[in-house]
């Protein structure tokens, strides 16, 4: 959903059971109240200079002002601590650099397919509710289910409070953190879960979707009529709350598709695949591009894009309007994709082929080179961390454009020997997200 999702790509998470309980999920173990550490004097340079109790009042303040009653703050008083080792987590996250196939292969392997299609089965009342009510399809939903938590077995397990006010002490994301930390008390406040109920990840995420607290307060559905929105030991709750989010929060367009596995010719116009072209199904098909198993495209006026998510000899897909709630879920495009990938393998699509040769990776150091290349060229590239964003992509089109090489946004040997070569001419940014 943000950019701290950005680490779940990083870790392999746990294996779900092969068989969908219908009991609730347990809840992580739940620690003894958080100790006060020391405060960074680092942090205070935004908050003019204010130490770290001082700001915790201010925040206190404001949600009372937002309508948190005194009992919610006195509750969850304890756990309003500051922990630098979380501010040391935030500062040190990378964004992963991964080939899409490797990172797919893992994320979006068999067991988790055929968890996603059991957990549909096992629930299939709260799905065909979700699907009626928010017109979000139940492989979308457990797809994201699955990636998230693998269906609740890994919700993370640290206070969420003492993550919250940490990272809002924090300059880095301050505002962010602060609005957070006012949601999550709403969430007390209101009945959902207790403060010591409120273990998640590193970065203040919730449940088995890994909701912040303000999609969290602005989504979460009580599915299951209990009273509460449970969103760690509810499935029903869980499913719910995800399509609503999904669909009003991400703006689901009910009834048509989001990815579908493509073939494309070795003359297709490369500098228009790209998640900013869209063109009608039957413009792509004119130009050559099919189903895997050649089978034409449907010839209609559906708008669609090319997306390559490891250049022209890769994977290829056609992206629709839907696959925009992907990438804002989170603007990774190797999570982003592999969300999509999953969704149409439990919805019953075969697997992807496979390149019919390795794809080349620049090595880190190589790809630094070229992004900081890329930056001389007057390109923004956000941070140049030797990482494929989706502003260095730009620029490598741009630059591929100009040494008139195929225009598939992968940085190549080839574009480095150019640039390296002394390509001095100014090009003309793109403006992006990364």
């Known amino acids: 959903m943000v950019q701290t999702r950005f680490l ?32 960074s004097p680092r942090a205070a340079s935004c908050h003019n200079g204010a130490s770290f109790d001082r700001f915790l009042a201010d925040v206190k303040q404001q949600a009372v002002a937002a309508g948190v009653s005194q009992r919610t703050i006195s509750e969850a008083s304890p756990y309003l601590v500051y922990d630098q080792g979380i501010v040391n987590r935030d500062r040190g996250q990378r964004v992963f650099g991964q080939l899409f196939t490797e990172f797919a292969g893992r994320m979006a392997a068999p067991y988790r397919m055929q968890n996603g299609q059991q957990h549909i089965k096992a629930h299939a009342a709260a799905f065909a509710r979700a699907e009626k009510e928010y017109g979000v399809p139940p492989a979308v939903i457990a797809a994201f289910w699955g990636l998230e938590s693998d269906f609740g077995a890994n919700m993370g397990n640290l206070p969420t409070l003492k993550s919250l006010v940490s990272l809002a002490y924090d300059c880095r994301r301050s505002e962010m953190f602060v609005n957070e930390t006012i949601a999550a008390l709403k969430i007390i406040d209101r009945g959902d879960l207790t403060p010591d109920e409120m273990i998640g990840s590193w970065a203040g995420e919730l449940g088995q979707t890994q909701f912040l607290p303000v999609h969290y307060v602005n989504y979460a559905v009580d599915y299951d009529g209990d009273g509460r929105r449970d969103l760690l030991r509810s499935e029903p709750d869980v499913i719910g709350s995800t399509a609503n989010y999904i669909a009003n929060g991400l703006k689901w367009r009910r009834g048509e598709p989001w990815l579908e596995e493509i073939k494309v010719p070795q003359n297709l116009p490369w500098e228009q695949t790209d998640l900013t072209v869209q063109q009608p199904r039957s413009k792509w098909a004119q130009l050559g591009v099919t189903y895997p198993d050649g089978r034409p495209l449907p010839n209609d006026n559906l708008p669609a894009s090319v997306l390559l998510p490891m250049g022209r000899t890769g994977p290829a897909f056609m992206a629709y309007a839907n696959f925009a709630a992907y990438t804002e879920w989170n603007n990774s495009l190797i999570y982003s994709t592999t969300a999509g990938y999953l969704a149409t393998r439990i919805a019953g699509a075969a697997p992807m082929r496979k390149p019919a040769a390795p794809v080349a990776q620049l090595p880190f150091n190589e790809l630094k080179q070229l992004q900081q290349l890329l930056v001389q060229a007057g390109f923004n590239v956000g941070k140049v961390d030797g990482v494929l964003g989706q502003q260095s992509r730009a620029a490598v089109k741009a630059m591929q454009i100009k040494y008139g090489l195929p225009a598939d946004s992968w940085p190549t040997a080839e574009l480095l020997a150019r640039m390296r070569g002394g390509g001095t001419a100014q090009a003309q940014p793109q403006a992006t997200v990364r």
Do not use: D, F, G, W
């Open 8 to 39: 779940i790509a990083a870790v392999a998470l746990l294996a779900c059971s092969a068989t969908a309980s219908a009991q609730l999920a347990p809840l992580p173990a739940r620690p003894a109240a958080p100790k006060a550490t020391a405060s």
